[in-house]
């Protein structure tokens, strides 16, 4: 019987790939066999918080990750549980794990599904988080036997820990344990999925040692959080001038301008005004928030004000060539341009044409029109369109990968289903250039932007944008919370 879930601990916000976990495995002058302990006994710990005592099959493979499984249940049984291990194949000799292996002196059963159906836990320690080939199908057919009843060590079997992808059909666990660091991974889609619930072990690695598995990586990577991140401080013999001034541009779909600027005020833009390209977006604007200012058409005039520092062009904007010039203009009398929808619309195969913009918030739709399929790495495709363009990519979807251009990366993990509607891209542009105009620099805005709009996202059915927008005071207040605290 599954327990409740404890509260969750705080995680560090740097993440490690695969690559870089094994590189720190190798620098740490504490010995693999006493990591394997340590990992094996969080392994066990969570079990025994997680379930009642109940029949458990671990299903150990042959390299690390099935040592981790050896060691918890050994210490599983030592407890009292009534535990058999299942082996995929038998431990690399002379390695740490077959030693582990040794120290098992329970029942050893059939790797089939009949050992899994009838167990009331099955912990899968059957591979590590950097698979190179797909599970065999016997493998499989006993994961899947399990029926979700599975706690899985470091990944779930056949996810890779560096992309989120699975590797061929990968069992969905209940609990994933994972330590020292998250990977990728963990929090990519799917494998944020298959993870299920996520919980980080402090196996004793040395921070030199973490910080040796970094140093190979050719850009860092974070969990995006309060922390990785500060917004401005208020000042307060501050003035609105000083928190700089915003322009949106709109036109054929006023709403949707609309929801940028009024996001964009709430993030910290001390003046927003309301840009028409065409006549009719005036009249629009005219009848909204009375606390913003319109202007036009024609929308570049303003350009030549440089107290108008940042621009964010593109949300209900018609991807044409009006709106092409219009952000040519902007970029040349060497504004702050966020790109979104029209913008990015208007360059669809030319991408080049983006080059010199602060930020581009494109989803992935957007996002093949411009640079091709993302493809398996959601990772790898921020970064390489941030390098090729010299601007800050914000991937969109509900694992938002936001990348800077040196390779600097965060993944975002904090947005609800909820912000699957209409407009809720506008209002995340909006942040971005509310934050941008307020003195931010261009990742850590689109960093915070991104957290900001989960955190002001209400749960549940009947969201709609302008709730976003209303929750920003909150996701503010607790985003500077969060930063007082010293964690995310």
Same mark, same amino acid.
């Given at each position: 019987m599954r327990l409740p879930a404890p509260r969750r601990a705080e995680w560090p916000l740097e993440l490690l790939t695969p690559a870089a976990m094994a590189r720190a495995d190798a620098a740490s002058v504490v010995p693999v066999p006493a990591l394997m302990l340590a990992a094996g006994r969080a392994v066990a710990r969570a079990a025994m918080a997680g379930w009642r005592p109940c029949r458990t099959l671990v299903l150990a493979g042959p390299g690390n990750n099935g040592g981790d499984g050896y060691v918890a249940a050994r210490l599983l049984a030592e407890a009292g549980w009534p535990v058999a291990v299942a082996a995929l194949a038998a431990p690399r000799p002379d390695g740490p794990a077959a030693e582990a292996a040794l120290r098992w002196r329970g029942p050893v059963v059939p790797l089939r599904p009949e050992e899994a159906a009838r167990a009331g836990l099955v912990i899968d320690a059957l591979l590590g988080a950097a698979p190179s080939? !797909?599970? %065999?199908?016997?493998?499989?057919?006993? &994961?899947?036997? *399990? +029926?979700?009843? @599975?706690?899985?060590?470091?990944?779930?079997?056949?996810? $890779?820990? =560096?992309?989120?992808? %699975?590797?061929?059909?990968?069992a969905g666990a209940a609990l994933t344990v994972t330590f020292a660091r998250l990977k990728p991974g963990h929090l990519l889609m799917p494998g944020r999925l298959l993870c299920g619930e996520l919980r980080l072990a402090d196996i004793g690695m040395p921070d030199a040692a973490l910080r040796a598995g970094l140093a190979g990586e050719a850009g860092q990577c974070f969990r995006n959080a309060p922390g990785l991140w500060s917004l401005p401080v208020e000042d307060v013999a501050g003035h609105k001038y000083r928190r700089g001034h915003l322009v949106v541009a709109g036109g054929a779909m006023p709403g949707a301008a609309r929801l940028a600027a009024s996001a964009a005020r709430r993030a910290g833009a001390g003046l927003v005004t309301l840009a028409a390209t065409a006549p009719e977006a005036a009249s629009a604007f005219r009848t909204g928030e009375p606390g913003v200012i319109v202007a036009g058409p024609p929308a570049e005039p303003l350009l030549e004000d440089g107290k108008r520092g940042t621009w964010v062009i593109g949300p209900g904007l018609a991807p044409d060539e009006v709106t092409?010039? &219009? &952000?040519? +203009?902007?970029? /040349?009398?060497?504004?702050a341009v966020v790109a979104d929808a029209g913008a990015l619309g208007a360059f669809a195969g030319a991408p080049d044409g983006l080059r010199g913009v602060a930020a581009l918030t494109p989803h992935e739709g957007e996002?093949?029109? &411009?640079? =091709? #399929?993302? =493809?398996? $790495?959601?990772?790898? *495709? /921020?970064?390489?369109? *941030?390098?090729?363009?010299?601007?800050?990519?914000?991937?969109?979807? %509900?694992?938002?990968? @936001?990348?800077? !251009?040196?390779?600097? *990366?965060? @993944?975002?993990?904090?947005? #609800? %289903?909820?912000?699957a509607t209409a407009g809720t891209g506008d209002v995340l542009a909006g942040i971005l250039g509310g934050l941008l105009s307020a003195g931010m620099a261009p990742f850590e805005a689109a960093c915070a932007a991104a957290w900001l709009q989960g955190e002001a996202a209400p749960e549940g059915p009947g969201v709609v944008a302008e709730d976003v927008v209303a929750g920003l005071p909150a996701a503010l207040r607790a985003a500077r919370a969060a930063a007082e605290r010293g964690r995310g």
């Open positions: 080939r !797909p599970l %065999p199908g016997e493998a499989v057919a006993v &994961l899947r036997a *399990a +029926g979700g009843r @599975i706690l899985a060590v470091d990944v779930p079997s056949g996810l $890779d820990g =560096g992309t989120g992808q %699975p590797l061929g059909e990968v092409r010039s &219009l &952000l040519r +203009g902007a970029l /040349a009398a060497g504004r996002f093949a029109r &411009l640079f =091709g #399929p993302v =493809g398996e $790495d959601r990772l790898a *495709a /921020a970064r390489g369109a *941030a390098a090729r363009l010299g601007a800050v990519v914000v991937l969109k979807g %509900p694992d938002t990968v @936001i990348a800077a !251009p040196n390779g600097r *990366a965060a @993944i975002n993990h904090n947005a #609800p %289903p909820s912000l």
